[in-house]
């Protein structure tokens, strides 16, 4: 069964600075790997997403991520934090169990961005 | 295109009563979603739907009801609301392949006295 564990619950960055968002996930097939941005008080947003095309993915507004099958991790990063970054990210895996595309969520991380 | 939508977006309910949530996409979707999210679980999948006329059990199912008449529609019922259905709800719609990203709705709050 698909799983995918988020490390963090909340990380705290200044404006400016790196952003690192861990994720580690379990799948007994290739996996489909997603990030989703949820600002307060709005629906998900899909950041990136990786389907075993290029291991380094790159999203929308700066964010990128990794998969690296040795390590089973998904990391999201930026290079330099914004005031708007400040939102909840939800580390994602597809059961590509069956053919549902049923999406198994992470308990997310709560990023703050402090000026 | 609207993308997902939901209705309503707040509702308040007494334990006990009935409601139903409605979910709309215009993106020609074959399969739709219903998850509940609540603090520090991340979203929990409740029912779901692979197309018109089906659907089948998440991993949240007790205490709601789906159904999927119309190919843009999925509704969720709730028959005797308890407190413990206190929320946030979101409607998600996607394409048939495993790999697609689902498109979410707005989510509708629900509080349950």
């Known amino acids: 069964a698909q799983s995918v564990t988020q490390l963090d619950s909340h990380v705290s960055v200044s404006e400016g600075t790196p952003v690192l968002l861990r994720c580690n996930y379990s799948?007994?097939?290739?996996?489909?790997l997603f990030w989703y941005v949820q600002h307060p008080n709005k629906g998900l947003q899909l950041l990136l997403k990786?389907?075993?095309?290029?291991?380094l993915v790159k999203g929308i507004n700066g964010f990128e991520a990794e998969f690296k099958k040795s390590e089973t991790s998904f990391h999201l990063t930026k290079p330099s934090a914004h005031m708007s970054d400040a939102a909840e990210y939800f580390c994602v895996v597809s059961d590509q169990g069956g053919a549902t595309n049923k999406l198994i969520f992470g308990t997310g991380t709560l990023l703050a961005v402090q000026p | 295109n609207a993308g997902v939508t939901q209705t309503p977006k707040f509702r308040v309910l007494k334990t006990g009563q009935s409601m139903t949530l409605l979910c709309a996409q215009d993106?020609?979707?074959?399969?739709m979603y219903w998850y509940r999210q609540d603090p520090g679980m991340g979203l929990r999948l409740i029912h779901y739907?692979?197309?018109?006329?089906?659907?089948a059990k998440g991993e949240v199912p007790d205490g709601y009801n789906v159904s999927r008449l119309k190919k843009q529609n999925f509704l969720l019922g709730l028959e005797s609301a308890a407190p413990s259905q206190t929320s946030v709800y979101f409607c998600a719609s996607s394409y048939h392949r495993p790999s697609y990203e689902q498109y979410f709705g707005p989510g509708t709050r629900l509080t349950v006295t």
């Open positions: 739907s692979v197309g018109e006329g089906t659907t």
């Open positions: 799948s007994s097939y290739s996996p489909s």
């Open positions: 993106m020609n979707h074959e399969y």
């Open positions: 990786y389907t075993s095309a290029a291991t």
